[in-house]
């Protein structure tokens, strides 16, 4: 059965409600050429007092408001298509969680939006051992005082990280046409984790390995339109480890959008 939200969740709560000072909601004016999206500031940033949203989603801003991604949101097509731009001046010495309440309540009194919550069955992916066995490098042990300083590595001419072998992470990065996952030291979980990013599906961690590794993943991106032969998919990319990506269904947290206004309410 369907769970709806209490009030105080997708709507303003009555009382005591967060919400920001002044806050600007436009629908964004479609522009020529490259479209750059953004959001930025807000508490931990380099902007606490401020919050802004360039060309963004109502998708991207629900994901955002609860901290979800975007397979565990259902709602009509135009999430993904109709953007927007917000400015909104943020309370000094609010907190991170207090933040994103504050941007649930915009979403409710600017866009109607209004959801319940109800487990349904999703796509997913289970990563599993290859019947070729494990080709994954096992990290060599670092003693104390050898790992590599906890800095952000140099780029090379097409964006990607130069991560330093001794460095403990885990790096995303796309450029020249591709996506490059890069972890050292980093455990299966890890890589299960990058790859549900990438993937924008729950993938669960069922190789059983309890070690760390060193790995590094090239490949297209997910959702591209032209296949390129010289660059793998991600399925291939991941047996070239050793591993493979079994589809799965499992039950999922879905927060399902009921009423959503393409116009946002006067500011």
């Given at each position: 059965?369907?769970?709806?939200f209490?009030?105080?969740f ?5 009382l005591h ?9 436009k629908?964004a004016?479609?522009?020529q050429?490259?479209l ?8 931990g940033?380099s902007?606490?007092s ?6 963004s989603?109502l ?10 991604p975007?397979?565990?949101?259902a709602?009509?097509s135009?999430?993904?298509?109709e953007?927007f ?9 609010i ?24 487990e349904?069955?999703v796509?997913?992916?289970g990563?599993?051992?290859?019947k070729a066995?494990?080709?994954m ?19 090379d001419?097409d964006?990607?990280?130069i991560a ?10 796309f ?23 990438r ?17 590094r ?32 269904k499992?039950p ?15 500011n």
């Amino acid at each position: 059965m369907p769970r709806f939200f209490p009030a105080c969740f997708l709507f303003v709560c009555a009382l005591h409600a967060q919400s920001f000072d002044v806050a600007t909601v436009k629908p964004a004016t479609p522009g020529q050429g490259r479209l750059i999206i953004s959001t930025r500031g807000g508490p931990g940033s380099s902007d606490p007092s401020h919050f802004y949203a360039q060309n963004s989603t109502l998708m991207s801003l629900i994901m955002m408001a609860y901290d979800v991604p975007s397979f565990r949101v259902a709602g009509p097509s135009w999430l993904t298509t109709e953007r927007f731009n917000i400015t909104a001046n943020v309370p000094v010495d609010i907190t991170r969680k207090q933040f994103l309440v504050m941007l649930q309540n915009l979403l409710a009194e600017r866009f109607r939006l209004a959801a319940h919550e109800e487990e349904r069955p999703v796509g997913a992916f289970g990563l599993v051992i290859d019947k070729a066995g494990l080709k994954m490098k096992e990290s060599a042990i670092v003693k104390p005082g050898q790992s590599g300083a906890a800095e952000s590595p140099g780029l090379d001419k097409d964006g990607i990280a130069i991560a330093p072998a001794s460095q403990k992470g885990l790096w995303m990065n796309f450029g020249g046409g591709r996506f490059v996952i890069q972890g050292h030291q980093e455990g299966s979980a890890d890589l299960a984790e990058a790859l549900s990013d990438r993937l924008d599906q729950p993938v669960a961690d069922e190789t059983g390995l309890s070690g760390r590794y060193d790995f590094r993943l090239e490949f297209a991106p997910p959702d591209a339109r032209e296949a390129d032969d010289s660059v793998p998919s991600i399925f291939t990319a991941v047996k070239q480890l050793g591993l493979r990506l079994e589809p799965r269904k499992v039950p999922a947290k879905m927060i399902v959008v009921d009423h959503a206004e393409k116009t946002p309410a006067a500011n």
